[in-house]
């Protein structure tokens, strides 16, 4: 099971989450959450983890190719445009200037389930309020859950994420708001309980 801890910006609760097996971190950097990240925030994030854990820039209202420069100019691995902003061309333009992309949206957008089917290289689904913590019904997948290298996310918790990955059987999970005391307060405790659950789920 693929784990991401997304919201991050400490290196110590980055080295928290890659010492407790997480395979990612994402560090937010969109002018409206509660997570928004600065430059050397994010900067701290990545040298904690680099070799050791994929870095992600997640946003959702940057323009994307902006948002591309953005993640190549602070050097993160992956660019995860996030909801309703992006549309295919927008997956093209980011992809012209970083080669990987990942593409988080959820299902009341009525988007395309195929993973790659915007040239992205990760498909992740999540509740219709990005980072809110808010759960969504997961029997809406049933019968459509993609193949594939895909991701589950929304309102996922040291105490759910077993539940949600039987449910779904994702290629693996993210979580933000579940990893946290308050918005934006992030618990080391709490990721490492996350990816605890989420590897032996
Ligand atoms: O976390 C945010 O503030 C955020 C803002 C804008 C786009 C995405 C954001 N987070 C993503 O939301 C999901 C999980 O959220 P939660 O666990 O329900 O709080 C995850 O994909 C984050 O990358």
Request: aromatic share 4%; hydrophobic share 45%.
């Amino acid at each position: 099971m693929y784990v991401k801890i997304c919201g991050l910006r400490t290196a110590d609760h980055a080295q928290t989450a890659i010492e407790a097996g997480a395979h990612a971190v994402g560090v937010v950097m969109n002018r409206t959450s509660a997570r928004r990240a600065s430059d050397d925030e994010a900067r701290a994030v990545i040298e904690a983890s680099r070799g050791s854990a994929d870095t992600v820039l997640v946003v959702n209202d940057m323009p994307a190719e902006h948002a591309a420069r953005t993640a190549r100019r602070l050097g993160f691995d992956v660019l995860q445009l996030h909801g309703r902003a992006y549309g295919e061309q927008d997956f093209a333009a980011a992809l012209e200037v970083v080669p990987r992309v990942w593409r988080a949206t959820s299902l009341d957008l009525d988007p395309p389930l195929e993973v790659g089917a915007w040239g992205e290289e990760v498909l992740l689904l999540d509740a219709p309020k990005p980072g809110s913590g808010e759960r969504w019904d997961l029997s809406d997948l049933a019968d459509r859950a993609p193949d594939g290298t895909w991701m589950v996310a929304g309102g996922l918790s040291p105490a759910n994420v077993r539940e949600a990955v039987d449910a779904v059987r994702p290629w693996g999970v993210d979580v933000s708001s579940g990893v946290e005391t308050a918005p934006g307060e992030k618990s080391s405790e709490l990721i490492r309980a996350f990816v605890e659950a989420a590897l032996r789920a």
